[in-house]
């Protein structure tokens, strides 16, 4: 599993942990024991707190990961375009062209 949903993940355990303290410390504060009730609420913060974290946590590294694959494609796209133009060039007849081509298709190939 990916740390962006082990993320995700940890933060809807925390969530419904929160909810389970929420309605813990209802009951209680309905039954007027407010110790309990107090108890329950400061649980309830608590994990509520966790998964906020969490949450963060899981959006921050799933946006790198789309900064990532973004910067990968442009590259690539770059890539193609060199390749394209090198070999429109190619056709052209000059030797010095063939010779760029070819070592950038080892490049590519190598990569």
């Given amino acids: 599993m990916s740390k962006t949903w082990e993320?995700?993940?940890?933060?809807?355990?925390?969530?419904?942990?929160?909810?389970?303290h929420y309605k813990e410390a209802a009951k209680y504060d309905k039954a007027e024991d407010h110790e309990k009730a107090a108890h329950h609420a400061y649980l309830a913060h608590g994990h509520s707190q966790h998964a906020i974290h969490h949450?963060?946590?899981?959006?921050?590294?799933?946006?790198e990961?789309?900064?990532?694959?973004?910067?990968?494609a442009s590259e690539q796209e770059a890539?193609?375009?060199?390749?394209?133009?090198?070999?429109?060039?190619?056709?052209?007849?000059?030797?010095?062209?063939?010779?760029?081509?070819?070592?950038?298709?080892r490049r590519s190939v190598a990569s």
Avoid: M, N, P, W
């Fill in 7 to 20: 993320h995700y993940h940890h933060a809807s355990r925390h969530h419904e942990r929160a909810a389970y």
């Fill in 55 to 63: 949450d963060a946590e899981a959006a921050k590294l799933h946006a």
């Fill in 65 to 72: 990961q789309c900064d990532r694959s973004l910067e990968a």
């Fill in 79 to 105: 890539q193609e375009k060199v390749i394209t133009g090198l070999c429109y060039l190619a056709c052209s007849g000059s030797s010095f062209v063939y010779d760029a081509l070819f070592a950038e298709c």
